[in-house]
C-alpha cells in the first residue's frame, strides 16, 4: 500500500499579508510534526480575495516566479520537507498577469507551476479583470511525493480538465479554492450551490478514479467597494477518494489544520473495477472542441 499524508489548511485571511503568511507557516510546521508529506494551501492565501472589486491598485499585490512568496515557501518546504502547494497572484510582465499554483519540492525548489486556465467573471468574483488566462495547459507536475494534478477553482467545473490532467498520469487532483456565499441568495439556494460545488468534484474523482484534495478558505470578507455584503467563504474543504469517498470534510465556518491519509494505489484496483478510460469512444468525441455542437 503506497500511502500519502495529505495536510490541508482552511484559514480565514485578514488584510494583513505578512500575518497570514506568518499563520500559514505556523500551519505548514504543525502538520510536518503531525507526519504531512503534502500541504496544500487555498487560493489567493497571501492575502483576501481581492477580486471583489475591479481596482487596477490590487496589481500592485502581484510579484514574479520566482519571487518573495516562492522564497518563502521554498524555504519552508526546504525547512520542513514537505511538498507544498501554493496560490500566487503571478506579475508575468507590466500588464500581464496570471492565477498561478506553484509546487514548491521538498527541498525548496520550484517543482513546476499551472497558471488558471478558466476565468470566471461574476459579480464580486471579477477576475478577468486581473488575470489573462493560463498559457501552460493542463499538465501534471511531478514531485517527489507523486505527480500533481494541480488545478485552481473554476477549474474544478470542468471536467475536461480533471480527464486532461488524468489521461496524463496525475495520481491526484488538486483544487486551491476561494468560493462562497451570495449574501442576497436564500438558505435553500446557498446550500444547493455548496451540495453542487461538492457534487461536481466528487464526481471527477469517480469519473476519473482519482483521489481529489480541494481547498477553499472560510470566514467574511467585506466588499471593499460598498455594493455587495461581501462573501462568506463556505470552507467545506474536502479529501475524497476514487470512487468519490470523503476522506475528510471540514466545516463550513472554521479553520482548520488536518492531515489525511490517501492510499494512492487504491486508484488503480478501482479504474479495474470501473475501466472507464478503456470504455472511452475516442473516435467520437471531435465535438467537444466546438464551443457549442
Not at 470566471?120 to 500533481?148: M, N, Q, W
Not at 488538486?174 to 455548496?194: C, H, L, M, N, V
Request: one cysteine or more; aromatic letters at 10%; proline letters at 5%.
Amino acid at each position: 500500500m503506497r500511502q500519502l499524508k495529505v495536510g490541508i489548511i482552511q484559514q480565514h485571511n485578514t488584510a494583513d499579508r505578512e500575518q497570514n503568511k506568518e499563520r500559514l507557516a505556523a500551519g505548514i510546521r504543525e502538520l510536518a510534526g503531525r507526519g504531512a508529506e503534502l500541504i496544500v494551501l487555498q487560493e489567493l492565501h497571501n492575502g483576501l480575495y481581492f477580486c471583489q472589486t475591479e481596482n487596477v491598485n490590487e496589481f500592485d499585490q502581484a510579484e514574479p516566479i520566482p519571487g518573495p512568496s516562492t522564497e518563502f515557501y521554498g524555504a519552508l518546504a526546504k525547512e520542513c520537507k514537505v511538498v507544498i502547494v501554493t496560490s500566487l497572484f503571478e506579475r508575468r510582465a507590466p500588464g500581464l498577469y496570471h492565477n498561478t499554483a506553484v509546487v514548491m519540492e521538498r527541498d525548496g525548489s520550484i517543482a513546476g507551476k499551472y497558471r488558471k486556465m478558466h476565468i470566471p467573471d461574476d459579480p464580486a468574483y471579477y477576475e478577468k479583470f486581473y488575470f489573462a488566462p493560463g498559457d501552460l495547459g493542463f499538465h501534471p507536475i511531478d514531485t517527489s511525493v507523486g505527480r500533481l494534478g494541480v488545478l485552481v477553482c473554476w477549474d474544478q467545473w470542468y471536467p475536461e480538465a480533471a480527464r486532461l490532467m488524468a489521461m496524463q498520469g496525475a495520481e491526484l487532483l488538486i483544487y486551491p479554492t476561494a468560493i462562497g456565499y451570495e449574501s442576497s441568495d436564500t438558505e435553500e439556494e446557498k446550500e444547493r450551490q455548496r451540495d453542487a460545488w461538492t457534487t461536481v468534484q466528487r464526481g471527477h474523482a469517480v469519473a476519473n478514479g482519482l483521489p481529489v484534495v480541494t481547498v477553499n478558505r472560510t470566514g467574511h470578507e467585506t466588499d471593499p467597494s460598498g455594493q455587495t455584503n461581501g462573501i462568506q467563504f463556505w470552507g467545506s474543504s474536502m479529501v475524497v477518494g476514487p470512487q468519490g469517498e470523503f476522506l475528510y470534510r471540514a466545516p463550513i465556518d472554521e479553520e482548520v489544520r488536518e492531515v489525511i491519509t490517501v492510499d494512492l494505489e487504491r486508484s488503480e484496483q478501482v479504474r479495474r473495477w470501473w475501466p472507464f478510460f478503456r470504455d472511452r469512444r475516442i473516435d467520437s468525441y471531435g465535438d467537444i472542441l466546438k464551443l457549442f455542437a
